[in-house]
C-alpha cells in the first residue's frame, strides 16, 4: 500500500525487500494515480525499499480516500539480490490536504461578495444585495423552522456549501440558511422581491417565520413578493434547502459522489415599483 503525501504531489510506495537504484524510466511503467502521471520515479535515499513517485499535478483532498496505483511488471525495478518486481496493483492513503483554488480566490471579501447586480441589462436603481455571511446548520426531517434561534455554523453565500470558499466544505442533504436584514425606509409603499439565482433543488423560504414560497429545481431563477411579510426594522430570512440527489431529480454533474458542480445559490432582494 502507498501513501499520498499532503500536498498531493508524491506516492510513497514500501516494498517488502531493499531495492536497487532506478533507472530514469522507471515512471513510465507506472499507471495514471487519480489522473495525474507519474514523471518520476525514484528510491528514498534514507530507505530504499520504498520509492517515491512524482506527479504532474497535485492529488486534491477532494479525490477518493484510497487510489490505485499500478506497476505493469515489464519496468527495470529489481530487488537487492536482483529479482524483477512483478506487475501489481495496490492502493495509495490519499493524505493531502491540497485543495484546487483560483488565483482570485484569496481576494474574496466576505464583507463585499459578488457585489455587482446579477443581471447587468436590468439594473435596479434601488436593490440590497444579500451575499455575505449567513448563519448555517445541518437539518433533520422533523426540525421546525430555527425561527428567534442562532444556527450553529456560518456561511459564505452564494458559494456551494461543498466548496472551500463557503467555508463549511462538505455535502450536507438538508440545511438551514439564516440572515437578517432591514429595508431602507425609501422602500416604504413598494413591492419588494426576493430574488434567488439557483439553488439545488428544493426550497422553502420563511420571513419572520411565516412561509413565503417553496420552489423546486436547481437550474432555474426564481422569486418571491415578501412585502406583506416585512416589519420596521430588522427582518428574519430563514432559507431552507433539501438536495437529496435522488435520481428522480434533475441531474448535471451532481452525484452522490461528489465529483462534479453543485450549485446552492441566491443572490439578492430588490424593489419592485408600485
Known amino acids: 500500500m ?11 510506495l514500501r516494498f517488502e525487500s531493499a531495492l536497487n537504484e532506478l533507472p530514469d524510466e522507471t515512471s513510465s511503467y507506472f499507471s495514471t494515480i487519480g489522473n495525474k502521471n507519474v514523471v518520476h520515479a525514484e528510491r528514498k535515499e534514507d530507505d530504499p525499499s520504498t520509492v517515491i513517485l512524482e506527479l504532474d499535478h497535485p492529488i486534491t483532498a477532494k ?13 527495470p525495478i529489481t530487488t537487492a539480490e536482483g529479482d524483477a518486481i512483478e506487475s501489481f496493483t495496490t492502493f ?32 435596479r436603481d434601488d436593490w440590497m444585495n444579500l451575499n455575505g455571511e449567513w448563519q448555517f446548520e445541518s437539518a433533520l426531517a422533523d426540525d421546525t423552522v430555527p425561527t428567534g434561534q442562532t444556527l450553529d455554523e456560518t456561511i459564505l453565500v452564494p458559494f456551494a456549501v461543498e466548496s472551500k470558499l463557503s467555508g463549511v466544505e462538505r455535502h450536507e442533504e438538508h ?8 429595508i ?27 412561509e413565503v414560497g417553496t420552489h423546486k429545481g436547481g437550474y432555474d431563477a426564481f422569486s418571491f413578493n415578501i412585502s406583506d411579510y416585512l416589519v420596521e426594522g430588522e427582518n428574519e430570512l430563514i432559507v431552507e434547502v433539501k438536495d437529496s440527489t435522488s435520481m428522480s431529480q434533475a441531474l448535471g454533474k451532481q ?9 446552492h445559490l441566491f443572490q439578492v432582494y430588490g424593489k419592485q415599483s408600485g
Do not use: C
Not at 499532503?6 to 510513497?12: A, E, I, L, N, P
Not at 431602507?184 to 411565516?210: I, M, Q, R
Open 175 to 182: 440545511m438551514w440558511y439564516k440572515r437578517h436584514f432591514t
Open 2 to 12: 502507498g501513501v499520498i503525501s499532503t500536498d498531493g504531489m508524491q506516492v510513497s
Open 255 to 263: 452525484r452522490l459522489n461528489p465529483g462534479g458542480i453543485f450549485i
Open 63 to 75: 479525490d477518493n480516500d484510497y487510489l490505485y496505483v499500478s506497476y505493469d511488471g515489464n519496468g
Open 92 to 123: 495509495a492513503i490519499n493524505n493531502s490536504e491540497y485543495i484546487i483554488a483560483s488565483p482570485w480566490a484569496e481576494d474574496v471579501d466576505p464583507d463585499n461578495v459578488l457585489p455587482e447586480y446579477p443581471r447587468p441589462q436590468m439594473v
Open 184 to 210: 431602507p425606509k425609501g422602500w416604504s409603499g413598494d413591492d419588494v422581491l426576493l430574488h434567488f439565482g439557483a439553488v439545488d433543488w428544493e426550497t422553502n423560504v420563511y420571513v419572520n417565520g411565516n
